[in-house]
C-alpha cells in the first residue's frame, strides 16, 4: 500500500499564496504519477494537476498560470504551489497516486491522501 499525507492548507485572502506538500510512503516508486484533486462544496472533485517522474505535467484550465506542481522524488514527496488564489479555489484538496498517469486522468487513481483544507476569502 502507499501511504500518501497532505499538509500546508490554511486560510488565506484572496491574491495570497499557499504551498501544499505531499509526503508518500509505502510501497511508492520513484516513477509513478502523483497529483493533486480537489472538491468543493456541491462541486463533483476536479483534478487540479499532476506530473509524471519525466518532468511531465497537466494543469486544470482553472489553474493554469497560477498553480504550479512540482515533485522530489528522491523524498517521495511532490508539492503544489498556489498563487494568485481566488474564492473559487476553496475546497478540499487530496493528493493522489498511481504507477500511471492515465490512471489520474480519468480521475481513479490507486492512492488518496487524506485531504487539506484551501479557504481563500475575497
Known amino acids: 500500500q502507499v501511504q500518501l499525507v497532505e499538509s500546508g492548507g490554511g486560510s488565506v485572502q484572496a491574491g495570497g499564496s499557499l504551498r501544499l506538500s505531499c509526503a508518500a510512503s509505502?510501497?511508492?516508486?520513484?516513477?509513478?504519477?502523483m497529483g493533486w484533486f480537489r472538491q468543493a462544496p456541491g462541486k463533483e472533485r476536479e483534478g487540479v494537476a499532476h506530473a509524471d517522474a519525466y518532468g511531465g505535467t497537466k494543469y486544470a484550465d482553472s489553474v493554469k498560470g497560477r498553480f504550479t506542481i512540482s515533485r522530489d522524488n528522491a523524498k517521495n514527496r511532490v508539492y503544489l504551489q498556489m498563487n494568485s488564489l481566488r474564492p473559487e479555489d476553496t475546497a478540499m484538496y487530496y493528493c493522489a497516486t498511481d504507477r500511471v498517469c492515465v490512471r489520474l486522468f480519468t480521475g481513479r487513481p490507486g492512492y488518496w491522501g487524506q485531504g487539506t483544507q484551501v479557504t481563500v476569502s475575497s
Open positions: 509505502g510501497a511508492i516508486r520513484s516513477t509513478d504519477c
